[in-house]
């Protein structure tokens, strides 16, 4: 910067023409706000001292016109249709030359024009007094002598003449007013005319004198700045060119991981600074993740589209873990059987797979009035269609309802004792006979599971093209390829779903043969191209291995889930039933459930039931019983050792309201064995105690 003269960024871009571009400049002082941000046109432009900012491009869009007389400020289209004439200046020249050279146009172009002598002059024998008028005709240009100008005179006696001045002639001179009127382009197109002050033609604003200047559109790059900047030129910034300085300067251009893919596959390979880190909360659980820090070099392979299989693991003790498989991947898988909780889940199931067979696995009671069938365990069930069935039961306002309902056919056994002798068509036709109908409403809750009829091994790819998905596999042979198959030892594994995915072949500089998978839609990263070398000689790419299986996060396979199932509707509801008739099955399955039970209730103790009706079913609690006339005794809880023996005695405490002698309680326990042991009540200890409740009781 030393050495060059610091200029405002209006005036600097109006000396520019688009032939001198580019011009790299560089801020170095100016008008700030909130740290040098202009908001222009909803975006931000921020500049800072220092900053370089190459300039590639710039276009006219408006002009700005200042009044001198109050400074005031005001903008005009380019497209103004308004005209302007030139304000002659009041300084005055000093030469014919100086005159004539700062014409606002070329001198051709402007004559003829008038200029005025402010003192007494003499060309010759010719000699005008002040305030003399002379009007330019022509330049003559002379061989080896001066070039003269030659001007039309006018006398008092409205007499003219014409006189040639030499260019050198000295004195004061000065321009006259020009009738000569120009529009906003032609002001703009012309430097000279730029230097000059104008008025309005014809206009109640024709006395302003104004001072006219281009505003233009500025489009310019800026280091680690994505897209080309454009900001008016009035921005009060000083500026200074240093495009001989820093014409080696490399603006850094970042791009995510979408601006990557749009770049011309002859980028590619490439070596790519990482200049944002992925956000924290990622998609990934894989081993690449950590290495993707801030100013780490990766290299870009190539990009493309790649299909990929989503798993998850079945829920169990582990936690459930998802994978994102590419359809390159080498193991074989087995079907598994699906298992379903509903009949709404077998409904979704039948309609990705033909001839859907299912086995009940748990029981279900029948339930007439809400169309619930009755299943046993080891049922099969094929699956037909899906139609309408009539409820038995009606609605609040007497209405039969009809509800959607899966119709099945339960598939029975064949019978032992066929004879192997019998006609295929006679086998066929029992086993049609043998199919009953079923109807099961879509709102049941039920326990299924597939019934699978083969035992192939698939590869990966094969499974899409032949089975709707879900589908539930396990893997049984593992990839050769991959040192560690992160699939193998799970017992089933779901595929959720299959999706083509752009993305982008990567990998580290130390490792570059090992590749991993770079998906724009779910990560986020800033990257820019540098000019590295390769590291691998020119024209001999090494043979790459690109990892098949990642593990993902549960915050993936939501996100899946929104974007596959946003249209998917929710499972049917089932019907509203009369309270009424509701009530009626309630208190029957209830008199049914009393019935069965064994007569066991008769036998309950009394205590039991006095215990039954202190329950916070009444509202209001029966009164505490008086106490009795005379206190209660004290009942020992074991008599004297030595006329007891171990058997246990029965729970006197329950009984409290029959009081018992001591001999009689010592009887009774000397009849039954205990096995407990308990402590002997001394007599001293019984009598205060007895005391003390008489005293209590006749308070």
């Not at 003559?140 to 050198?168: F, N």
């Not at 596959?265 to 993740?289: N, T, Y």
């Amino acid at each position: 910067m030393a050495g060059n003269i610091a200029l405002p960024l209006q005036e600097f871009i109006a000396s520019l023409d688009n032939t001198s571009l580019p011009k790299i400049l560089q801020v170095c002082s100016g008008v700030y706000f909130q740290g040098s941000i202009y908001e222009i046109s909803g975006s931000e432009v921020c500049f800072s001292t220092g900053d370089l900012i190459k300039v590639i491009g710039i276009e006219l869009q408006s002009v700005s016109c200042e009044d001198v007389t109050n400074n005031e400020k005001f903008e005009l289209p380019v497209t103004h249709t308004g005209l302007f004439k030139v304000v002659p200046e009041q300084m005055p020249y000093t030469s014919v030359e100086e005159m004539l050279s700062l014409r606002p146009v070329d001198l051709d172009d402007s004559l003829p024009f008038t200029f005025v002598s402010h003192s007494k002059v003499t060309f010759g024998s010719l000699t005008l007094g002040a305030g003399k008028a002379l009007t330019v005709l022509s330049i003559e240009k002379r061989e080896d002598e001066e070039d003269m100008v030659r001007c039309h005179v006018k006398g008092q006696t409205e007499a003219s003449a014409e006189v040639c001045i030499p260019l050198s002639s000295r004195g004061e001179f000065s321009e006259c007013e020009s009738e000569e009127s120009y529009t906003l382009k032609e002001i703009m197109a012309s430097p000279c005319l730029r230097s000059r002050r104008f008025r309005f033609v014809k206009t109640t604003k024709c006395e302003r004198i104004l001072v006219l200047s281009p505003v233009y559109q500025v489009q310019a790059i800026m280091n680690m700045r994505k897209n080309v900047l454009r900001f008016p030129s009035s921005l009060e910034v000083d500026v200074v060119d240093v495009t001989d300085v820093c014409k080696d300067a490399n603006f850094v251009t970042p791009l995510n991981l979408t601006e990557v893919l749009s770049q011309p596959d002859k980028s590619f390979p490439v070596v790519a600074e990482i200049l944002e880190e992925p956000e924290s909360r990622s998609f990934f659980k894989c081993a690449w993740l950590p290495g993707l820090v801030k100013s780490t070099n990766l290299i870009l392979h190539k990009k493309g589209t790649t299909p990929m299989v989503l798993l998850s693991s079945l829920k169990g003790r582990k936690t459930q873990q998802y994978f994102l498989v590419s359809q390159q991947y080498g193991g074989r898988f087995r079907r598994r059987p699906r298992e379903f909780n509903s009949v709404y889940e077998v409904y979704v199931a039948s309609t990705q797979t033909h001839s859907l067979t299912v086995s009940v696995t748990r029981n279900c009671e029948e339930v007439e009035e809400e169309g619930l069938p009755g299943l046993s365990v080891g049922e099969r069930l094929q699956i037909v269609d899906c139609t309408r069935m009539e409820l038995p039961s009606e609605n609040n306002k007497g209405e039969k309802q009809s509800v959607e309902a899966l119709l099945c056919h339960r598939l029975q056994e064949p019978d032992d004792e066929e004879d192997d002798e019998e006609d295929e068509d006679e086998e066929k036709d029992k086993q049609e006979e043998a199919k009953e109908e079923v109807l099961l409403p879509l709102y049941m809750q039920g326990h299924f599971v597939e019934v699978l009829g083969e035992n192939k091994k698939y590869k990966l790819c094969d499974l899409g093209k032949e089975f709707g998905l879900p589908l539930d596999v396990k893997v049984v042979s593992r990839d050769t390829d991959l040192e560690t198959d992160p699939l193998v030892g799970f017992p089933c594994l779901r595929i959720e779903g299959a999706m083509l995915e752009p993305s982008i072949q990567a990998s580290f500089t130390d490792k570059p043969d090992h590749c991993f998978h770079l998906l724009p839609q779910w990560l986020s990263l800033s990257v820019s191209f540098t000019k590295d070398a390769l590291p691998w000689p020119r024209d001999q790419f090494p043979k790459c291995f690109t990892e098949k299986v990642s593990e993902m996060t549960d915050t993936f396979f939501y996100e899946f889930r929104k974007k596959g199932n946003s249209d998917e509707a929710p499972p049917p509801r089932p019907p509203k039933r009369d309270m009424s008739s509701s009530n009626l099955v309630t208190k029957k399955s209830k008199s049914t459930k009393k019935s069965s039970k064994p007569k066991k209730n008769k036998d309950k103790s009394v205590l039991t039931e006095k215990l039954n009706d202190l329950t916070l079913n009444h509202k209001k609690r029966p009164p505490a019983p008086l106490p009795p006339d005379e206190p209660p005794p004290l009942v020992p809880r074991k008599c004297s050792a030595a006329d007891i023996t171990s058997k246990a005695k029965p729970n006197t405490y329950v009984k409290i309201n029959q009081p018992l002698k001591r001999d009689h309680l010592c009887d009774v326990a000397a009849d039954v064995e205990s096995d407990h042991d308990y402590e002997t009540v001394d007599e001293t200890l019984v009598a205060v105690v007895k005391t003390a409740q008489e005293n209590v009781m006749f308070y």
